[in-house]
């Protein structure tokens, strides 16, 4: 049976396959993807020459889920200065210091271009909440404030798209084993992946939370089945490609008569 | 006769090719330049691995010469994560009510990563200059200053790349009518851009000076011939991979003993 991609309703994250493929083969789905990734340069190009709206790619996942990778295939052939890409990571002093919404807004991309959020302030609802570093009525009042945060982005012409890397732990354990066993890969080794690894059934449970409390109609969770790395990418491609066109943008009209023009 | 890249003494513009390809093929070109993004790639893993360093790549070059191009195509392999890409633009209020390089620390990229600087500083000594936005005692005191604030840079692990994208008069003409020709690039086209390529002489003397008052063993300036797109980005790839290479980075250690380690 088909499994949706898109979060229109209350969903059991388990019953999501993290190795769901739609009857795709590798070959089939890498040919589909470098297909939809070159509309997506046009359609970003189409996007900054308009200048009026932005889109937020934003990637939530487990450790090794792959938000580096869906990030870096599915922006592919777009231009670096046309992309604005922000890893959240453990808050700085400074950020600490501002409200947790705050180093998120900062990260807006400007109008025309395109935003990465490689994690987001999800995670003041996801490991926050699971490692318990706020009482708990703090994080039980995000959501709400996050469906907002996101709806005056919305209004304001940004499109918010989040996805959901959805990996099984078997996979996880693997691609942890590839870090230790791969001299190339030792450097990306965590002892606190390990630590969060312990927490895997809290993190699914937060998780799911968050995908059904804050997926709306203005900023849509979309569950990405993750285990296959080619499958992921093509399920994210296709959604970025589906948001652009919906704008059904144009060419912008020149602003003065270029038949007039003379270059000497 | 084999035209240099590398500044490392005073030139005239006029003596450097912009169509100059050091007798290569458009395909020949093309080959060799696959292979050293593939490189960089590499090389960019090894630098973010170890995040003791950080590449800026800064480019600059009159309108259509091919910074956004150049960009794209050098780092196509490289995840946009690890990229930080800024475009200085005409500075805002805020950025006019502060001195000229604030601008441009705040862009310097973190280690491990790359900064991409589409347009930078040197428009304070070029269009500043040409157009006269300040006096002239203001702008011919920043030669040193930017030496200094690159040695800054250069001391504190940043290797400083500079890129002078080299078109000719002519050339430029035809890539401006052909945005006045296609209809997708109609919106690319600014009568700005017809203003300054009335001063183009004036912008040729003042990129003379800049290169010639700050290109430094720490921090050089390169001659990209840039009529040929293809020869412009194997030129710059080659640049780059060069420095790289030159940290003989390795695979740091892991922290802890990863034989011991157990994923459950």
Redesign the interface.
């Known amino acids: 049976m088909a499994q949706p991609i898109k979060v229109t309703s209350k969903i059991r994250l388990s019953n999501f396959k993290p190795d769901y493929r739609a009857g795709m083969s590798k070959e089939e789905a890498r040919e589909q993807t470098t297909k939809l990734c070159f509309r997506i340069a046009e359609l970003q190009?189409l996007l900054y020459?308009?200048s009026n709206h932005s889109l937020i790619i934003l990637l939530q996942g487990m450790d090794t889920s792959g938000k580096?990778?869906a990030?870096?295939r599915v922006?592919?052939f777009v231009?670096?200065?046309g992309?604005?890409?922000t890893?959240f990571k453990v808050p700085s002093s400074e950020e600490l210091a501002h409200d947790y919404l705050w180093r998120a807004h900062k990260a807006v991309p400007r109008y025309g271009h395109f935003g990465?959020f490689?994690r987001s302030y999800y995670e003041d609802v996801l490991v926050v909440r699971v490692m318990d570093l706020v009482p708990k009525p703090v994080w039980k009042a995000r959501y709400e404030q996050i469906n907002s945060f996101e709806k005056l982005l919305s209004d304001n012409n940004y499109i918010v798209l989040k996805f959901f890397l959805h990996i099984s732990k078997e996979e996880q354990?693997a691609r942890?084993?590839a870090r230790?066993e791969d001299?190339?890969k030792?450097?990306?080794?965590e002892?606190s992946d390990?630590e969060m690894?312990k927490h895997w059934d809290d993190f699914q449970e937060a998780y799911e939370d968050a995908i059904n409390k804050c997926s709306t109609n203005y900023a849509p969770w979309h569950i990405i089945p993750a285990d296959h790395k080619w499958f992921r990418d093509y399920a994210i491609a296709g959604v970025v490609v589906d948001a652009l066109q919906k704008l059904k943008m144009k060419?912008?009209?020149?602003k003065?008569d270029?038949s007039k023009?003379k270059?000497?």
């Not at 030792?186 to 080794?189: A, H, L, T, V």
């Not at 060419?251 to 020149?254: E, F, I, L, M």
């Open positions: 190009q020459a308009n580096d990778g990030g870096k922006l592919e231009p670096p200065s992309v604005e890409t890893s990465v490689n354990a942890l084993r230790i001299p190339t030792n450097w990306k080794f002892e390990l690894r060419w912008p009209k020149p003065i270029l023009v270059i000497k």
